[in-house]
């Protein structure tokens, strides 16, 4: 028989709360106030089990209210995601972007035209209301074409100012530099004026190319010098970066097609005019034409030198070298064929309404906005990538994102900028023109070429020992000294201009040697680099957008 105490029965007859036998509320009596020593009791284990065994339920609801901030985080981490968010950048009046071109130094001229170009649209669609009733705007900010403060100028875009996307960058090894930020910020960045192929590969969902690859460039270039003209002694003169590397590379690319290689490399160091030591290299190699990867100044030095040495040989520039400024610089002077290629035509062909009917629009405008400048290729490309960029603000609505808008380009197909020229995207493609055309220097400026058989390396004047290189204008980067003659000369080669003499940079002859073979790298060692392609298409440079360009 069990005896139980007065206070047992009085438990008995008055049962606790539920909650309180649960634990859930304490007294002076519950565990926590009780002795520790207590606690080791069997009477209390069983009554911990039994709160324990209680909140059992409860446990699922707990983990989830646990996870929950993990799974937002994951969620926003997802693109698609940032749709809800406020799109940086866009006000209910304005739609802010950033671009960083070269607007002083030796580029200057490239940054300067891309973003005129671009900027006569977008001052017109201002002007008429701008999109969905909100105004371009756009910070440019001078970056010399310089990497290092490309990188620095799209740091403080994305840090310290409130942009909606990137626009009109100018040049390969700037543009390449910013790519880690692009992917890591998600920001979208449109038409550039480089045709490099590491824009374009790797994927990456946030850049858009609007122009043809230099790798395109390059592979028409070779065709058309080995196919029409015959020629099988190509040299490839680049700038040492990425740009330059870029078209080596292509073109070397294009000739292994074709069974060939370069018969010689030479380079120069980007920001100078020093081009003597790679026209050395090309010149005891007789190259019969020359692949030229670099901008308008280099370039113009190289050629007029070359010439001087009394190398004969068609100079191919790239589109980047900047065709109007290259004509100035060389005026009518050079007797053989300089021939650039363009992924557009000239704006005011003859052929050009054919071609893409929207240069009209871009001389007209440029006329209204710009008045003292002349309409040109690079101011058309930028011209073309505004086009692009405001479509796709357009299609992308009024509750504009950044996401949003990386969809509405990638539902361009075949859009329309008149005549033969459309422009297409897809969420696989990042590149929306693929024409090359090509120019031809004549009468000191660049025409369409119609049939490339007619180019021809015609027989340069006999060089003149002694004679000076280029007067000092053409080259700022530093003093014209021609060098002395150079120790190595051209294997024999049936297609030599001059059996028994070999051009060198002073004018002076040399007696062939047919042991020398010719060299094979330049001064520095051999890289990749941008190329260009046989199709003929017209893509815009990259142009920065914005009715009002901020510095």
């Known amino acids: 028989m069990t005896t139980r105490t007065a206070a047992s029965r009085a438990a008995a007859r008055h049962p606790a709360p539920l909650g309180w036998a649960r634990g859930i509320c304490r007294s002076a009596a519950s565990p926590a106030a009780l002795p520790a020593a207590s606690l080791a009791q069997p009477s209390f284990r069983r009554s911990a089990g039994h709160r324990l065994l209680a909140l059992l339920p ?33 006000t209910d009046d304005a739609i802010h972007l950033a671009s960083s071109p070269a607007l002083t130094g030796h580029a200057s001229y490239l940054g300067v035209q891309t973003l005129r170009g671009a900027l006569s649209y977008i001052n017109h669609i201002n002007d008429t209301g701008g999109v969905h009733g909100r105004r371009i705007l756009l910070t440019a900010a001078d970056d010399g074409y310089d990497p290092p403060r490309c990188l620095t100028n799209t740091q403080r ?244 994102t950044r996401e949003g808008f990386v969809q509405a380009l990638e539902s361009l197909r075949d859009y329309s900028l008149g005549g033969s020229t459309y422009v297409s995207f897809s969420p696989e493609s990042r590149q929306g023109m693929n024409q090359v055309y090509f120019t031809r220097l004549h009468d000191g400026q660049f025409e369409l070429i119609r049939d490339f058989r007619e180019v021809h390396p015609l027989p340069a004047p006999p060089p003149v020992a002694g004679q000076e290189a280029l007067p000092g204008q053409d080259a700022p980067a530093g003093p014209d000294s021609v060098p002395g003659p150079s120790p190595e000369s051209a294997p024999d080669s049936a297609s030599a201009p001059n059996p028994g003499r070999t051009p060198t940079l002073s004018g002076g002859e040399q007696s062939p040697r047919t042991d020398a073979a010719p060299a094979l790298s330049p001064a520095f060692p051999s890289a990749s680099s941008p190329a260009s392609s046989l199709a003929p298409s017209i893509a815009p440079s990259i142009t920065p957008g914005s009715a009002e360009a901020r510095s």
């Open 157 to 400: 875009f994305l840090i310290e100012g409130d942009v909606f996307a990137l626009f009109s960058y100018v040049g390969t090894p700037t543009t390449m530099r910013v790519l880690p930020l692009v992917e890591e910020a998600r920001i979208p960045l449109v038409g550039m004026f480089t045709g490099a192929n590491g824009l374009r590969e790797p994927f990456n969902r946030y850049v858009f190319n609007v122009r043809a690859s230099y790798y395109q460039e390059t592979k028409a270039a070779v065709r058309h010098l080995v196919r029409d003209l015959g020629l099988t002694r190509i040299a490839v003169f680049y700038q040492y970066d990425a740009y330059g590397f870029d078209g080596l590379t292509g073109t070397e690319i294009a000739l292994r097609e074709l069974g060939l290689a370069p018969v010689t490399r030479g380079s120069y160091v980007r920001g100078t005019t020093k081009v003597e030591e790679g026209l050395r290299r090309i010149l005891a190699a007789d190259a019969q034409a020359v692949v030229m990867v670099g901008t308008y100044e280099p370039s113009a030095r190289f050629i007029r030198l070359a010439e001087q040495a009394g190398l004969r040989a068609v100079f191919h520039c790239l589109s980047f070298t900047g065709a109007e400024e290259l004509a100035r610089l060389l005026g009518n002077a050079p007797v053989n064929p300089v021939t650039m290629s363009q992924v557009v035509p000239p704006p005011r062909a003859k052929e050009t309404p054919d071609l893409l009917a929207a240069a009209a629009d871009y001389v007209q405008l440029l006329r209204r906005y710009f008045p003292d400048e002349t309409p040109n290729t690079i101011g058309l490309e930028g011209y073309v990538n505004a086009r692009i960029l405001v479509e796709g603000l357009r299609r992308a609505g009024r509750d504009l």
């Open 58 to 90: 409860l446990f699922p609801l707990l983990l989830l209210l646990a996870l929950l901030p993990l799974l937002g985080a994951c969620n926003a981490d997802s693109p698609r995601h940032q749709e809800d968010a406020a799109a940086p950048g866009v």
